[in-house]
């Protein structure tokens, strides 16, 4: 699976941004999709998910009401809706793909990866 993100950018704190991820290849009904981003000089943190058959989705605590995981089986894309932002959401964002485990939130449950987009909120 290869995967293809978009949709960073500048935005003040407050407004909304929404990422998508563009998945090729053979995408399974087992798969699991993620978003995980990294700050300046931090790890790179779970985001959010979405089990790709099912659509039930999962959400960093800090994430909770905000952000929207969705996902479309036919076009085999991913989308993070993200509402609210603030500062603290200034990361890399990263798509993740591979089959549904119980560590969904770890970064090494994950072989595929996108190339990351740059999401800066500013006060």
């Known amino acids: 699976v290869q995967l293809q993100a978009s949709g960073g950018g500048l935005v003040q704190a407050g407004a909304s941004l929404r990422l998508s991820c563009v998945a090729s290849?053979?995408?399974?009904?087992?798969?699991?999709m993620a978003w995980f981003r990294q700050a300046p000089g931090k790890e790179r943190e779970f985001v959010a998910g979405i089990s790709w058959l099912a659509g039930y989705p999962y959400y960093e605590d800090r994430v909770k009401g905000r952000f929207t995981i969705s996902r479309d089986i036919v076009k085999k894309t991913g989308s993070l809706e993200m509402n609210s932002l603030k500062p603290e959401d200034t990361a890399v964002y990263y798509c993740a793909m591979d089959l549904q485990s119980g560590y969904y939130t770890n970064v090494r449950s994950y072989d595929h990866w996108g190339q990351g987009t740059l999401v800066t909120v500013s006060s």
């Open positions: 290849g053979r995408v399974l009904d087992s798969h699991f």
